[in-house]
DNA sequence: AACTCGGGGCA
DNA sequence: TGCCCAGAGTT
């Protein structure tokens, strides 16, 4: 018997209440330029490595002038540990020549001017959002896509409609920690590969284990 | 809608 | 050691 949204919702809340975890989820940051840095780096990979990197690439850069002046190959040796360099190291100086060019030098404040650079997609610009500017947004990555899908706190197989449907039922003051959680419990419990759905203590309002038989 | 970029983690 | 994982752009 399937509960309902708003019984899961506030079952998930309670669980916001206890101690949970902070897995190394958050990318470190001293300037909105420098989120977007490690955010646009971050497509793809995890947090863990992106924080490596970009501390040593912000011992050497730190402004969109600095990166603006650099040569996409020049970056790319810099930050080969991680994948995807060659792209990531066009987007990177790139975007901040346009920083330059276009935005007076600052990291755009705004979701439409964020898409206008390249590497920054809707999760990259809401990351940004919510990381630098405290501007209220809801990444939806794989993580919260997953766990929000099989759970039943949303249902759609669209990114877009799953941000309209988390948005509409979780109110706006616990969006964060909503997104952490969600985010937290990706990783650790409702892993995309082979969830650990026996530890898991929303099993009992989860679509996704009812279906299973659980 | 499918394909590409790429290394790290884990079976 | 080969398969799986995490976004954005291009064709």
């Not at 916001?16 to 955010?39: I, Q, R």
């Not at 988390?166 to 995309?192: S, T, Y």
Request: charged content about 30%; hydrophobic content about 35%.
């Amino acid at each position: 018997m399937e509960k309902n949204l708003d019984e899961k919702l506030n079952f998930v809340i309670d669980i916001l209440g206890d101690k949970y975890p902070a897995p190394e989820t958050e990318l470190n940051h001293d300037s909105p330029f420098e989120l977007l840095v490690a955010t646009i780096l971050s497509a793809q990979t995890t947090d863990v490595q992106v924080n490596k990197v970009t501390e040593e690439l912000f011992k050497e850069y730190d402004s969109p002038d600095d990166f603006a002046r650099l040569s996409p190959n020049e970056l790319a040796d810099k930050i080969k540990s991680i994948g995807l360099y060659r792209n990531k190291s066009k987007f990177i100086v790139e975007s901040s020549r346009i920083i330059l060019a276009d935005f007076d030098g600052q990291v755009p404040r705004n979701f439409s001017d964020l898409l206008k650079l390249p590497g920054v997609g809707r999760k990259t610009a809401s990351v940004v959002l919510v990381g630098a500017f405290s501007t209220p947004a809801f990444p939806v990555d794989t993580h919260v896509f997953r766990v929000s899908n099989r759970l039943g706190l949303a249902s759609s197989d669209r990114v877009e409609e799953v941000e309209e449907q988390l948005k509409d039922l979780i109110p706006e003051e616990l969006w964060a920690d909503m997104h952490h959680w969600l985010i937290f419990h990706g990783r650790e419990v409702c892993k995309a590969r082979s969830p650990k759905c026996e530890i898991c203590r929303l099993k009992n309002y989860c679509n996704y284990y009812q279906k299973k038989g659980g």
